[in-house]
């Protein structure tokens, strides 16, 4: 990719970036999207917002090919009044959901600008998609939207791929997905006041004892990484499994006893088994507090989002494409494991990955960076990527 196309994705990144878009809240970025779709040419017929929310537009292939999705997520972890300041400096972009994931959306259009620099006609349709509710809550349901709409269609119809961009994580080639559970633990009592009721249970107390048996269910620096309990011993089978509580609140004054308060709780693995093992670790202790806390305290557990697992052969011609259009960008590729838009596809057994951009870090934090000069790179490599697909 030339150095000017490089300078035009990254001020299309900033000028995404800079519309707030919180899970469920993605509807102005998705219609600045639409607008640009149209911007670039696309006729407006190819151009659409569909009922989830998802910015959809075709480029029409040249012959009876199948077509190809190429997608990135809207949505961001930050809340709508989050300071979205951009800091530039040498080689590097800084800001809130830079690269995760306003990169992977301006990827859309450069992958498009370098299609048409190339003079390149795809033999089948290439579909852009923007897609909503990526993250945290959102439960994939963009993506399932999309696949949704082309498991509807006859088999000559739907996609030989789809490829889920991420502005940061260069040279990774997500082909496996990340089982995912989340879960929101209330606990309630009758609470009262402070001193007068002194020594009645405390739903913020009682909560934050189970959080803290909970944290050391996973091994790992902050009780959120590393193997799970079950999996301890078995070297046969290493799993990777990671416990977060990523939300907590409850009571509702100093000098009050809580009579209710929250957590969520987000459990990850990649390997199913260790997953189960996990949730049903979570479950046990869940019931421990219900019979060590008796009638005046109650624990409820709700599901509150479940990301499917799969995965796609490494041996797969996808997967091989990958590898071999990093290599000839001077990549070095590295078959990875992630919880991406990806998952929905390949838990249906569709060929699906997920590919960085470029490098950088930060990611859902504020000090959040993309580096720029990796980038030509990393859309050079999704193009190979896209004009080798069948």
């Known amino acids: ?5 490089v300078k035009r994705m990254i001020d299309l ?11 469920f809240h993605e509807q102005e970025r998705a219609k600045y999207v639409e607008g640009r779709f149209v911007q670039e040419g696309i006729p407006s017929g190819e151009v659409r917002l569909d009922e989830a929310g998802n910015a959809w537009a075709r480029v029409a292939g040249e012959g009876s090919g199948r077509c190809t999705v190429v997608s990135a997520h809207l949505d961001t972890v930050f809340q709508m009044n989050t300071g979205l300041t951009v800091v530039r400096s040498a080689g590097k972009v800084s800001g809130a959901g830079i690269g995760d994931n306003a990169l992977g959306v301006a990827g859309l259009f450069g992958l498009l600008w370098n299609l048409r620099e190339e003079g390149v006609r795809l033999p089948g349709d290439l579909w852009l998609v923007a897609n909503v509710c990526e ?11 999309v696949v949704n709409f082309f498991e509807g269609r006859e088999e000559a119809l739907r996609p030989c791929a789809y490829i889920a961009l991420e502005g940061i994580g260069l040279g990774h080639v997500y082909h496996r997905g990340l089982g995912v559970r989340r879960r929101r633990i209330t606990v309630r009592t009758a609470g009262g006041h402070s001193w007068i009721d002194a020594g009645e249970p405390s739903a913020v107390h009682e909560l934050m004892r189970l959080g803290a048996r909970l944290a050391g269910l996973v091994e790992g620096k902050g009780g959120s990484t590393g193997r799970s309990a079950a999996q301890k011993g078995d070297e046969s089978t290493p ?5 977060n509580i990523g939300v907590i609140s409850g009571g509702w004054s100093v000098n009050t006893i809580a009579a209710e308060a929250m957590l969520e709780l987000d459990l990850r693995s990649d390997r199913v088994e260790a997953l189960d093992a996990l949730s049903g670790e ?8 219900r019979l060590r806390l008796g009638s005046g ?11 499917p697992w799969g995965e796609l052969s490494k041996e797969h011609p996808l997967v091989r494409l990958c590898e071999a259009s990093l290599r000839e960008t001077g990549v070095r590729p590295q078959l990875s494991t992630g919880s991406t838009d990806a998952n929905l596809p390949l838990s249906r057994g569709l060929p699906a990955v997920a590919l960085g ?16 000069g990796p980038l030509g790179k990393g859309m050079e490599a999704l193009t ?5 697909v069948r």
């Open 1 to 5: 990719m030339k150095e000017e196309m």
């Open 13 to 23: 990144a900033i000028a995404i970036q800079q519309i707030p878009a919180p899970t």
């Open 135 to 145: 993250e945290g809550l959102g439960n994939l349901d963009g993506i399932r939207a």
């Open 239 to 243: 799993a990777r499994s990671t416990l």
């Open 282 to 289: 979570v479950e046990r202790e869940v019931e421990a507090g």
């Open 297 to 307: 305290v109650t624990i409820e557990v709700e599901a509150i989002g479940d990301r």
């Open 357 to 372: 951009l470029t490098s950088g870090g930060g990611a859902h934090s504020m000090r959040e960076y993309v580096n720029v």
């Open 384 to 388: 190979r990527v896209v004009r080798g």
